[in-house]
């Protein structure tokens, strides 16, 4: 981070905390105040950053259902919107990514949007108006039921389309200081669409509504995107566009399969990724697109192979990932539109055991053989080699007290100590693979009801990752006027670089705080009984000479460092290649202390 941006967005934030809205305010009202369009965000090396150089972290869940044949998130058919995002809200979480399908997009954008089903939501509002009780009184409206009230029609009982209700979504998350994503799901509305491998090729279902029957195309797939990003260009809400889910497919299955490399063939997600990017940026320069990776990659073992030949039992020709995780076509083939690469966000899913038994986790793993065995090469080093920011788009699983929770607290504190942006998967908890955060939600007929049971073990090893205050534990939102939550638990982005920043900070990388002027704190003390961190050639200084020292002790160039004791700049007893990360990040300027000087 810049210290000249700073200073300028503690003013900036000063000015803007006394705008901060009073939440007694309604929708309307509030919606015709907040109109500043100002949360954009934007990507320098592997950093997110606001419109004042202040450095973000997008920490939140998934929230599916959109995608699949109710056309709303799942779960609205036991709870009240505004109790659900009230909670989620004050529970920390400060973007959503909500999975969507092609096909909704197309009924939208062709007028023929599909209307939300009643298997997808339960809403109610008995009496719609005010009724004579027939013995001289009133019966007010909403007395027997006022239960999502916003997603019914005039009648107080017929749902709306699914397009009116996704502008109420947003809407009302922008209430309670959440951004939100989507993400294309699939194709075709489809609980299962999932499985799909491509952005193309299948045809939509329809229904009771609009018939199916329309093959999507990688045009039609583009094209609605570019009409969503349009109609929400000056909604701040919506912060962007996760262009495919999942993008995935073995490689003998040739052009059926997503791959990566420097082909224009439509199976190519890397070209159609960078045209759709293109495309969404000409209409709206400030949306973030997430673009997420393949399963499979070319492992170049022999000369002459090819997307599409046959596997091998050995030295095959393909390297395996998640769908969706690999990005090692990436170093060859990066993602750059011609609006260049500042919007642009890898999004990788990762998963534990409990999905599937990957072969690096046929040992006694830790985060250095992950590392060593898949992360880095995988999608870690697009991160720690400040190419650009990344977004774990999807992870979480089942609480085993065994190899699977190990895995989801190892990948938790990478992601905290290297500012990695993720979105757990997930609130619901209708997924099979990993179940959710929520255990179990039932309501009554009225807003307020609603009792949403969590599972309290699986949020509690998540919640370490929301981005929070160091020692008051306040959440920090990326709003810059509407604080996170309704409770008093969470803060806006104004609030937070305000005075937080500068006093208690927050545990972005493991813990940083910020300072109010110069960046001083990068004068360490060089009494000899302290030992200055970083310092690997006794120089008195941290300089580059003592990363170039780090990776070659790493790389077993060398056998030993001078001062072995300054090497451990993370304080974990251990010299790897969190050490060296830390050493990088502090020489640029985005971290002003080490982990261990705070021992």
């Avoid at 999502?148 to 709306?160: M, P, S, Y």
């Avoid at 299962?192 to 039609?220: C, D, F, P, R």
């Avoid at 082909?263 to 997430?290: G, H, K, M, Q, R």
Wanted: charge should be negative; hydrophobic fraction near 35%.
């Amino acid at each position: 981070m810049k210290i000249k941006k700073r200073l300028a967005a503690a003013a900036a934030a000063l000015a803007m905390a006394v705008a901060i809205v009073p939440s007694s305010m309604s929708l309307g009202t509030f919606a015709a105040v907040d109109d500043c369009n100002d949360d954009w965000l934007h990507a320098e090396g592997s950093r997110l950053y606001d419109k004042d150089g202040n450095e973000v972290w997008l920490t939140g869940a998934n929230w599916f259902g959109m995608n699949c044949i109710e056309y709303s998130p799942h779960y609205l058919y036991a709870g009240d919107i505004d109790d659900m995002l009230s909670e989620v809200a004050d529970r920390g979480i400060n973007v959503i990514r909500f999975p969507v399908s092609t096909e909704l997009l197309l009924s939208w954008k062709n007028g023929t949007p599909y209307q939300i089903s009643s298997g997808g939501m339960q809403a109610v509002y008995n009496p719609p108006t005010d009724q004579d009780d027939g013995n001289g009184g009133v019966v007010k409206a909403g007395t027997y039921g006022n239960l999502n009230k916003d997603f019914v029609e005039a009648d107080g009982k017929t749902l709306i389309t699914s397009d009116k209700g996704f502008d109420i979504i947003l809407q009302k998350c922008k209430t309670y200081g959440i951004k939100a994503f989507i993400d294309i799901h699939s194709p075709h509305a489809d609980n299962s669409g999932h499985n799909y491998n491509l952005w193309y090729g299948k045809e939509t279902t329809g229904n009771n509504q609009v018939a199916g029957g329309t093959m999507v195309t990688t045009k039609i797939w583009q094209d609605t995107l570019v009409w969503l990003a349009d109609k929400y260009k000056d909604n701040d809400t919506l912060i962007g566009y996760d262009l495919k889910n999942e993008p995935h497919g073995k490689g003998p299955e040739g052009d059926k399969a997503a791959k990566w490399d420097g082909s224009t063939d439509e199976n190519n997600w890397a070209y159609a990724a960078t045209n759709c990017a293109d495309a969404i940026l000409d209409v709206n320069p400030n949306a973030l697109i997430f673009i997420e990776g393949v399963e499979q990659s070319m492992s170049g073992a022999m000369p002459g192979d090819y997307w599409g030949i046959a596997d091998r039992r050995d030295n095959s020709p393909y390297i395996g990932a998640w769908w969706g995780g690999n990005f090692r076509g990436a170093r060859e083939y990066p993602i750059k539109p011609k609006h260049g690469t500042s919007q642009i966000v890898y999004s990788p899913h990762d998963y534990g055991p409990s999905v599937y038994a990957q072969t690096w986790f046929n040992k006694d793993f830790t985060t250095q053989t992950l590392l060593d065995d898949y992360w880095y090469d995988t999608w870690a080093y697009i991160n720690a080699e400040d190419i650009a920011p990344e977004l774990i788009g999807e992870w979480g699983g089942h609480m085993d007290g065994a190899e699977n929770q190990k895995w989801m607290e190892l990948l938790r504190d990478y992601m905290i100590s290297n500012h990695i942006n993720h979105t757990f998967w997930c609130l619901n908890t209708n997924s099979g693979d990993t179940g959710g955060l929520w255990k179990n939600i039932s309501c009554g007929q009225q807003r307020g009801s609603t009792n949403i049971d969590w599972e309290e073990e699986k949020y509690a090893l998540m919640e370490k990752s929301l981005w929070q205050t160091q020692e008051t534990g306040k959440y920090i939102g990326l709003d810059h006027q509407i604080p996170l939550g309704k409770n008093d638990t969470g803060l806006s982005l104004s609030e937070f670089y305000g005075s937080y920043a500068y006093t208690e900070g927050s545990n972005l990388d493991g813990g940083t705080v910020l300072s109010d002027g110069p960046n001083t704190t990068n004068s360490q003390e060089t009494t000899p009984d302290k030992i200055i961190y970083g310092d690997l050639n006794n120089s008195k200084k941290v300089e580059v000479a003592d990363l170039v020292i780090m990776n070659k002790y790493l790389t077993k160039e060398i056998e030993t460092i001078e001062n072995a004791a300054a090497a451990d700049v993370n304080g974990d007893n251990v010299i790897n290649v969190f050490d060296s990360i830390f050493i990088r990040k502090y020489l640029l300027e985005q971290i002003s202390s080490f982990p261990a000087d705070k021992k």
